[in-house]
Structures are given as structure tokens and as C-alpha cells.
């Protein structure tokens, strides 16, 4: 696992997509910078990583509430490397884990201070990422370079002149209709 989030290449599935014949190298750079910018965005937009990450010392405060349960940052879990409380190492075979909901369960109550490390993320990398995830990050990318190739105008009229403009949304309504189901909201 790598904590670049840029692929060393610019994915095949991706030209196909935007129509950009394979040998057509011309454009990798910003392919590869606006799936960066489109992932890091869509990663904010569910609250989740889709690209797998390591997260290091995440720290989780129990001094006023005592619990079994410890509900992670991120998630889909894919590993616990290590658990801390008040200073001192877990045992991890103690700990049961549920990674699709990140919810560490300790037989015991949790105490003070406790603190995490763990990979988490939706996909290892671009080519496992589900497929709706994969197809807002294309599109997305195909609405930023059709508004760079317009200037930003959306549609233009030569009789009674009239100029439409981007609207400013901070993201495409069909690319967060395919990342809603992925979303996390806090309660």
C-alpha cells in the first residue's frame, strides 16, 4: 500500500472515457493532477478515504466515558496495527474488530487515553475502486476539462446574446448521485 494517492500512470479506462487515444500522452500530467484533486475532493465530499491509507496515532479520549466500543475516524478498516491505552501496548487478539463500520470492541471498558493505528480506505488502489466510484471520479474530471476547453461557459447564444456560466457547485450533481451511497454522516 502507498500513501501516494497518484497513480504512476494515467489509468486506460480513464482515456477511454474521455476519448483521448492511448498513445496520446500530451495530457497525462493533468490527468493525473485532477484525479488527485477529484479523489481528494470526493474524499471529503463522503468522509471517507477511497484510497487506502495509513493513519498513525489517531487518539480517542475516554477520561469521562467509559465504553467497550471505539468508533475510528476512518473506515472500511483493513488493519489494526497497533493499540495504546494510557501508554500502554493492547494485546490485538483481545480486540475484536469490525472494519466495515471501524468499531473496535475491547472485552474490557476503554480507559483514558486511548490511541490507534490502522490502514483504512474504500479500495488498495484506482484499479480495485468500485465501479460507480471509479465512474464520478471520470466524469468529474471530463466536466473540469470541458470548462477549461469552454473558458467557463457553460452554453452561449448568438441571437439576443445571451452567456450561461459554471454554476459554482462544488461538485457535479451526477458525480455525487453515484458517491451518496458512500457517504458517512456523523449522528
Known amino acids: 500500500m502507498s500513501d501516494n494517492l497518484t497513480p504512476v500512470s494515467v ?7 474521455l476519448r483521448i487515444p492511448a498513445a496520446d500522452t500530451s495530457k497525462d500530467d493533468l490527468l493525473l493532477l485532477l484525479l488527485e484533486s477529484c479523489t ?18 489517531e487518539p480517542h479520549d475516554f477520561y469521562k466515558a ?9 473506515y472500511p478498516v483493513k488493519e489494526v496495527s497497533a493499540v495504546m491505552q494510557n501508554g500502554e501496548n493492547i494485546d490485538l487478539s483481545l480486540i475484536k474488530t ?4 471501524g468499531l473496535l470492541k475491547n472485552s474490557v471498558a476503554w480507559r483514558g487515553v486511548v490511541i490507534v493505528s490502522y490502514t483504512a480506505g474504500l479500495a488498495q488502489d484506482y484499479s480495485s475502486l468500485p465501479k460507480n466510484i471509479r465512474l464520478a471520479l471520470f466524469q468529474w474530471i471530463g466536466v473540469l476539462l470541458a470548462e477549461q476547453e469552454s473558458g467557463g461557459i457553460k452554453s452561449e447564444t448568438l441571437g439576443d446574446y445571451s452567456v450561461s456560466y459554471y454554476d459554482g457547485r462544488q461538485i ?4 455525487a448521485l453515484l458517491l451518496e451511497s458512500y457517504r458517512k454522516f456523523d449522528i
Open 98 to 101: 469490525d472494519n466495515h463500520n
Open 66 to 74: 467509559k465504553s467497550k466500543y471505539l468508533q475510528l475516524d476512518h
Open 172 to 175: 457535479p450533481p451526477a458525480c
Open 40 to 57: 481528494l475532493a470526493a474524499e471529503r465530499y463522503i468522509g471517507r478515504y477511497i484510497i487506502e491509507r495509513s493513519i498513525s496515532e
Open 11 to 17: 489509468p486506460e479506462d480513464l482515456k477511454q472515457y
